[in-house]
């Protein structure tokens, strides 16, 4: 069965204080593993697409990594606006479907 | 583009009322999909299309249904309502060749007492 677990559940940082999150899977192939922010009250926006071991993926303060058995998402120097909840969710090669992970609470205070 | 649209935004039904949630989605995608999200339990998904006229289970379809007649729409039935369906339901839609890049709805908080 595929599963995805984030870590940590929760995370608060000061402004400018850089740190990572987690996200480790396993999946019977994987076609894509995918991070998507989250903010109070709306859908998951779509971040980003990583498709192989090694691949990394930037976007302002956000990088995202990939190895075979997990990734990470990097924030450098966050912001308050940075606050949200990121999902990373799985596809296997065999499916069009997404496994999500329950997610990390990111708090950034300034 | 309006992207994709949900209604309604909230609803508070009874034990055994009926409800359809609505969606619809002007980017012309194929891929359609439902889920809920409970507190700290991420997304679950609920039905999903790959174009008109094809639908399939995901992993909590129990006490749902659903039907896709246009590209467009893809409404969520709920029959005879029960409090462990009390959730956030989200519909999202792709392109299908980025299965994984679904773009997702504002969602409708759904209460039934």
């Known amino acids: 069965e595929d599963q995805v677990t984030q870590s940590p559940e929760a995370l608060r940082l000061q402004e400018g204080e850089s740190s990572s999150l987690n996200c480790s899977y396993t999946?019977?192939?994987?076609?894509?593993l995918f991070w998507y922010r989250q903010d109070p009250g709306k859908g998951p926006e779509f971040l980003f697409t990583l498709y192989s071991a090694g691949e990394e993926k930037e976007k302002e303060r956000l990088k995202a990594t990939l190895t075979k058995k997990e990734s990470f998402l990097h924030i450098t120097a966050p912001k308050p606006e940075d606050s949200a909840t990121y999902l990373c969710?799985?596809?296997?090669?065999?499916?069009?479907?997404?496994?999500f992970g329950a997610g990390t609470i990111l708090r950034v205070k300034s | 583009n309006a992207g994709v649209t949900q209604t309604p935004k909230f609803r508070i039904l009874k034990i055994g009322q009926s409800m359809t949630l609505q969606c619809t989605q002007d980017?012309?995608?194929?891929?359609m999909y439902w889920y809920r999200q409970d507190p700290g339990m991420g997304l679950k998904l609920i039905y999903y299309?790959?174009?008109?006229?094809?639908?399939d289970k995901g992993e909590v379809p129990n006490g749902y249904n659903v039907s896709r007649s246009t590209t467009e729409d893809f409404p969520l039935r709920l029959e005879l309502a029960a409090p462990s369906q009390t959730s956030v339901y989200f519909c999202a839609s792709s392109p299908g060749y980025r299965g994984g890049e679904q773009y997702f709805g504002p969602g409708t908080r759904l209460t039934v007492t």
């Open positions: 980017m012309n995608h194929n891929y």
């Open positions: 999946v019977s192939g994987l076609r894509g």
């Open positions: 299309s790959v174009g008109a006229g094809i639908t």
């Open positions: 969710a799985v596809q296997a090669s065999y499916g069009n479907k997404l496994v």
